[in-house]
C-alpha cells in the first residue's frame, strides 16, 4: 500500500484536500434518526509488521480530525442535539443550562460540553467528528483520558461520523480506556 502511494503521489492531494476541507452543518438532520448502535469493541491484536518502514509524511486520517472547523461544527451540532433531546425529555430547564465550554471557556477543559443527567446532575460530553465511518478511529489527548477516568459515570463519548453526508451519532459512556482500545502515538522525553 505505501509503495503504491509512493508511486502515485496524486492521492496526496486529494487525502489534503479531503482533511482540510470546510465541512460546515448541513440543514439540521432529523435528530430522532441520528443516533445509532456504537460498534462494539474488539481485542485489539497489535500484529508485528512484515514490512521495514517507510516515512509517512503527513497522518491524513489525523489532520482531519484535527480540522478545527469540523470539530466546531460537529460540536454545534451536538449542542443542537442535547438541547432537543432534553426538551423531548421533558427537561427545559436543563436544555437552557447546556453550556459549550470549548468555544466559550477554551479547549482544555477535558470535555466539550456540560448538560445534564435526567437527574441533574452534571453530563460530561465530549464530541469526536470525522466525514468518514463509523469506526474510524479518533485522538484523544492525555488530559480528555484522564478527566473521562475521573468523571466516568459522567463522561459521554458522542461520536459523530459520516458528517459531511448524513451525520450520525453513537454515544458511549465512561472512561475512555473503557470505552475503546487505544494506542500510545506519540511520547514526551525528558532527561
Known sequence: MISYLNHNLGFEDKFKQFAEQDTPIKPIPNFEKMVVTPPTMQMLLEPT???????IQVNYLEKEQANNRLGHSGEELIVRYEKWSLIQLGKEKFAEQVQWISKNEGDGAGFDILSKELNGKDKYIEVKTTKLGKETPFFFTRNELTFSQEHNSNYHLYRLFNFEEEAKL???????????????????GNF
Open 170 to 188: 453513537f454515544i458511549k459512556t465512561g472512561g475512555l480506556d473503557k470505552i475503546c482500545n487505544s494506542v500510545p502515538m506519540t511520547f514526551k
Open 49 to 55: 509488521p512484515l514490512y521495514h518502514r517507510s516515512p
